[in-house]
């Protein structure tokens, strides 16, 4: 089997760029891998593109307006969405595509431009759009985020103090990340001055929404010297969703939700971790550090359970202790994650993957994990869609 190598990456960085066209994000961010790998937009020979509803007809083919403004390849081109999870997914086809012999060269890109403050209904309207009906009913993103962190609170001991520093944690990070959104360190004072969005959620304790755009270039391992001289290791890649009884939130469907019918080391979030250490043959004991998606604080500390850094009940010790923390045991984000980022959708999975590569490179300036050789990057969103990726230099 052909082993797969990340030759490439490049990001526009995040923000609110309202004179922008989503395209334009995108073309920054494939034009800053093709530079990383030291490619011409002629060598790719495969596109993956991760699209976003919130841009209309042309968001959903976003791969094919980034490909006409980049000059038409005459390549094949997918569009595909999978919501939070569409990066992974696009590597996973990309990766595919190498590996049967189809191709050599792949690029996954992802772009999104956001509507201002947390996400709501789409421009359609359409009331049988399960996402407009759950708004409609109240369940927004931060509603049901606070859900599970009043969950946490009582079966973990979670205070209001450690959701704040998983904040002040990741803002520490991303201030040095030219990338994030907020380049800013926010004290403990500042976070839990902030307004209450979810009980017990704050507003800088959840995350933003985003304009960015990330690219990654695949390419065979056994070639990809030939455009990088320090190819990473694509050492796994999994990719799942629930399967009942472990459901997810998904409102208006109420009745089907059973997420806690199981015990969280049966969570799926967590089998698709146990997945991608098996395939990559390494334990979570093997990690540098890892990329988790922080959509709200509280979620940050589920993950460390998930990814095996700890037991159910033993993450907020290990954030009161620093091990997540730059210079700790286990760094987690060192990007800053969604808190220093936001929160753009398709892009994100790919965003985690660039982090990966500098980080595995020694590229990553001040935020970087000292000796970093292997590193994980996961996450998960809408319907369940769920990924995690293994790396290695």
């Known amino acids: 089997m ?13 923000g609110k760029w309202p004179e922008k066209k989503f395209v334009e994000l995108g073309v920054v961010a494939a034009r800053n891998a093709l530079k990383d790998a030291g490619m011409k937009w002629q060598d790719i020979q495969f596109v993956v593109g991760g699209s976003t509803v919130y841009s209309g007809t042309p968001g959903i083919l976003d791969g094919s307006c980034l490909t006409e403004e980049m000059g038409w390849p005459g390549i094949p081109v997918i569009n595909h969405y999978n919501a939070c999870a569409t990066g992974a997914y696009s590597l996973d086809v990309a990766r595919s595509r190498i590996m049967a012999g189809l191709c050599d ?11 201002k403050g947390f996400f709501g209904p789409t421009e359609t309207n359409d009331p049988k759009d399960l996402d407009i009906l759950r708004f409609r009913m109240g369940a927004t993103n931060p509603s049901y985020f606070g859900l599970y962190a009043r969950r946490r609170m009582e079966e973990c001991g979670m205070t209001e103090e450690d959701l704040a520093l998983v904040k002040v944690k990741n803002s520490r990070h991303g201030m040095h990340n030219p990338n994030a959104r907020y380049q800013k360190e926010f004290t403990m004072e ?16 959840l995350c933003s929404t985003s304009d960015g755009a990330a690219a990654v270039i695949l390419a065979g391992a056994d070639i990809a010297k030939k455009f990088n001289s320090r190819p990473i290791s694509v050492a796994a890649l999994s990719a799942i969703t629930p399967k009942y009884p472990d459901a997810i939130i998904n409102l208006p469907k109420v009745s089907t939700d059973s997420t806690y019918n199981v015990t969280p080391e049966k969570r799926y979030q967590k089998m698709v971790a146990d997945l991608a250490y098996e395939k990559a ?22 993950w460390y359970e998930f990814i095996g850094l700890c037991e159910r009940g033993g993450a907020e010790r290990l954030l009161r202790d620093g091990d997540t923390a730059l210079g700790g045991r286990i760094p987690v984000n060192p990007s800053g994650g969604l808190a220093s980022f936001g929160e753009a959708a398709p892009a994100q999975g790919l965003a985690q993957i660039c982090e990966m590569v500098w980080q595995l490179r ?32």
């Open 2 to 14: 052909r082993d797969i190598a990340i030759v490439g990456v490049g990001m526009h960085p995040w």
């Open 105 to 115: 060269v792949a690029m996954c890109v992802a772009m999104d431009s956001t509507p």
């Open 190 to 205: 500042e976070i839990l001055a902030s307004p209450m969005v979810s009980d017990p959620l704050r507003l800088y304790e």
């Open 281 to 302: 043959g390494i334990g979570p004991e093997d990690l540098d550090f890892a990329e988790v998606y922080d959509l709200s604080s509280a979620w940050e500390l589920d």
């Open 362 to 393: 020694d590229q990553a300036g001040k935020r970087q994990v000292q000796e970093a050789k292997v590193g994980l990057a996961i996450n998960f969103g809408l319907q369940g869609n769920c990924s995690c990726i293994i790396a290695k230099r």
